[in-house]
């Protein structure tokens, strides 16, 4: 088993222990969540006003935190919520509007996605799920190539990635292959952080 394979297995225990104690936490993480965004909902670190934004989220699967209360103030906010459809095994994920309390669908591979008749649309700012990630931005997925072949299509048009976790699921550095990409934030429980282009922190807010 190589570094990168230990490393997703510890995370994933780590994940799935912060899981199950937000299950029993009176202030559950997602809740949380909506505290650390606010800074980018009032001054968006990005060159994007929110009202014109296309917001791309995801359904939580397992023990990933969920990011729905967070994309419900984006949706409050005036900007256009996403969710991710899985066209095929190797292709990239495509997105159809979303918004709060719509109703989902089971997809491929076992996910849940909006209706087929929603709009499909191209998103600005991108709230993706991870295993991982470490001080640099470096995300380490689930391993089935879904997010990196999703970001290779979608960064050149300049899209703003980032990160939901527990904080038990940050590291100090995750081994960065050729086809991994970069973040430019991640959000967590207790923090809100931006990188810039050289891998500076460039904004910052903790609990």
Not at 31 to 40: F, G, I, T
Not at 124 to 149: C, E, H, K, S, W
């Amino acid at each position: 088993m190589n570094l990168k394979k230990e490393l997703r297995q510890k995370l994933y225990r780590k994940r799935a222990q912060a899981f199950q104690n937000d299950q029993q936490s009176e202030e559950k993480a997602a809740d949380k969540l909506v505290d650390m965004v606010a800074p980018l909902l009032e001054r968006p670190v990005s060159h994007l006003e929110i009202s014109s934004t296309v917001v791309a989220g995801y359904i939580p699967i397992g023990s990933e935190i969920d990011p729905r209360p967070l994309l419900s103030e984006f949706h409050k906010k005036g900007a256009l919520v996403c969710m991710p459809e899985v066209v095929s095994a190797d292709a990239p994920l495509q997105f159809r509007q979303w918004s709060p309390g719509d109703l989902l669908i089971s997809g491929a591979l076992g996910t849940l996605q909006p209706l087929t008749t929603a709009r499909i649309l191209e998103p600005d700012v991108m709230f993706l799920p991870l295993v991982g990630i470490d001080q640099n931005g470096v995300r380490l997925g689930q391993g089935g190539g879904f997010y990196d072949r999703t970001l290779s299509k979608f960064l050149p048009q300049g899209l703003f990635t980032i990160g939901v976790a527990f904080d038990e699921q940050m590291v100090d550095e995750i081994p960065k292959e050729p086809h991994d990409q970069y973040l430019d934030g991640v959000i967590s429980p207790s923090c809100c952080k931006v990188w810039s282009e050289d891998r500076q922190t460039r904004y910052l807010k903790q609990s």
